[in-house]
């Protein structure tokens, strides 16, 4: 079954060195088990599912169009003729239905990743990602884990409208009881899912609708595993620090080299992981910097750029040298109007200007 607007993406092949991660790897010094491909986001993720599923036999995949269609955006290609369909579950257009369904199965300790065409139609799901998965664990007083993964592409694209442009992680970080991750590279779409594929808790992972075609060194080791809460410094500087996470992390960088043109060292930090948070890797890059410029592509009231202003405020206020100052997304509908889409969209010279305001230049 076919949903009317799926769509394939059309995101610009970014890569590069400082996209690699944390660990930095070097060709020249990796032993047998850190061999590296250089392959897209989709494959990672792709890779992920399919290590995870011929590990674990209790892991299946649910979701519309993951079949046959092999997903909308062709994360779980070859993965039915590979599992089988009753690993591999197309379902209908009924997205609190099969997420239900998801939580019933993890209830029994078999562990289900639900992919969402988008997140946006996630909304409908919300009750049991809430009400369900993220309470069940407490509620029945530790008697039930919850090991399912909610997974799909989050935020805007290009012209899809206010419906279809929404990053909604902070909404759901809200609830405790669920993790949340969101990677942006490759190497961490591949390591973060299958952590989360391996989590006894609910793990909600948002992935970037606009980075499914970019490219980057991931780790051929089908053990390679990214930590839940651990945050990665994307690039060191002594300047300034830019805290942000997801599609989010490539417009940081991109103000981070126009910034470099004059002289200036920006530290990017990604939080990868919302739930949990690293709050260590925040403080330190505050003490280390001084100054803080904050980037989501959600919403500015309410959003993960709040808490983290917040968080610093309360822990680190006596290491600020200047205000902390936000990027987001303008606090409207997404607009269509391709001039006002790129308008509302957070930019690499919105976060230059919010630096160098920090800076008092």
């Not at 660990?23 to 290590?51: C, F, K, P, S």
């Not at 990053?167 to 973060?192: F, I, M, N, R, W």
């Not at 409207?332 to 919105?350: G, I, L, N, Q």
Request: glycine residues 8%.
């Amino acid at each position: 079954m076919q949903r009317s607007d799926a769509h394939p993406c059309r995101a610009t092949q970014i890569a590069g060195p400082q996209l690699l991660g944390t660990r930095h790897w070097a060709l020249g010094t990796l032993t047998e088990d850190e061999r590296m491909a250089v392959i897209t986001y989709r494959e990672a993720l792709n890779q992920a599912l399919a290590e995870e599923m011929q590990r674990d036999p209790d892991v299946f995949l649910m979701g519309e169009e993951v079949g046959v269609y092999n997903g909308a955006y062709k994360v779980s290609k070859g993965l039915l003729e590979q599992f089988g369909e009753l690993r591999v579950v197309d379902t209908p257009i009924t997205e609190l239905g099969f997420a239900g369904l998801g939580v019933g199965a993890a209830m029994t300790g078999i562990r289900p990743v639900i992919e969402f065409m988008t997140w946006n139609f996630a909304i409908l799901a919300f009750d049991q990602i809430f009400n369900a998965a993220s309470k069940m664990r407490s509620m029945s007083g530790g008697q039930f884990n919850i090991p399912i993964t909610f997974r799909g592409p989050s935020g805007a694209a290009l012209q899809l409208g206010a419906q279809h442009s929404q990053a909604l992680e902070s909404q759901v970080a809200h609830y405790p009881g669920v993790k949340v991750v969101v990677p942006g590279t490759p190497a961490d779409a591949k390591g973060l899912l299958k952590a989360a594929i391996r989590d006894d808790d609910p793990v909600c992972v948002f992935e970037g609708e606009m980075l499914y075609n970019i490219k980057g060194e991931v780790p051929e080791d089908d053990d390679f595993i990214i930590p839940l809460g651990v945050a990665d410094l994307k690039r060191e500087g002594s300047d300034v620090s830019i805290i942000t996470h997801g599609k989010m992390i490539h417009v940081a960088l991109q103000a981070a080299a126009q910034l470099e043109k004059d002289g200036i060292q920006a530290d990017v930090l990604d939080l990868r992981s919302l739930r949990p948070l690293d709050t260590e890797s925040i403080m330190r890059t505050v003490a280390k910097t001084n100054r803080v410029v904050l980037l989501e592509e959600g919403w500015p009231f309410g959003g993960i750029t709040t808490t983290v202003a917040a968080l610093i405020q309360e822990e680190a206020f006596d290491e600020l040298d200047a205000p902390i100052l936000r990027v987001t997304q303008a606090d409207v509908p997404m607009p269509y109007a391709k001039a006002m889409e790129r308008a509302a969209k957070p930019s690499a010279e919105m976060v230059v200007e919010k630096v160098n305001r920090v800076l008092y230049r």
